[in-house]
């Protein structure tokens, strides 16, 4: 593999990983071990949040910003870009929800995966 760089693992969950979304700086994941971490582009992984009740993170969106949000059960969560965190529950599980772009604190649209 001349030129070629080397490919190294890396862990992010302890378990699945069942969503994921980029914002072409880094790629944020959402796993069954109730977790959302963001990987950089170094291979650096940074826990972003761990939900309380150990639920599946099944959601995650990206905004340009750098706002993010993700899901857990009947709750969805959105942390601006500024690292203010606002949470929503609703009746039904948030799968297929979409998200409100006021949540961002901006009017531009949320990258999703």
């Not at 693992?9 to 990983?17: K, L, M």
């Not at 969106?61 to 949000?69: E, F, I, R, S, W």
């Amino acid at each position: 593999m001349s030129g070629a760089e080397e490919i190294s693992p890396v862990a992010v969950h302890s378990g699945g990983i069942l969503c994921a979304a980029s914002d072409g700086t880094r790629i944020v994941m959402g796993g069954d071990d109730g977790k959302l971490v963001a990987l950089s582009a170094n291979g650096k992984a940074t826990l972003l949040a761990t939900d309380a009740k150990r639920r599946w993170i099944d959601n995650t969106a990206l905004h340009p910003d750098g706002a993010v949000a993700w899901s857990a059960g009947k709750t969805a969560f959105v942390r601006s870009g500024k690292g203010e965190e606002k949470s929503s529950t609703r009746p039904l599980p948030s799968a297929g929800w979409r998200l409100p772009q006021k949540a961002c604190g901006s009017r531009s649209r949320i990258i999703t995966a």
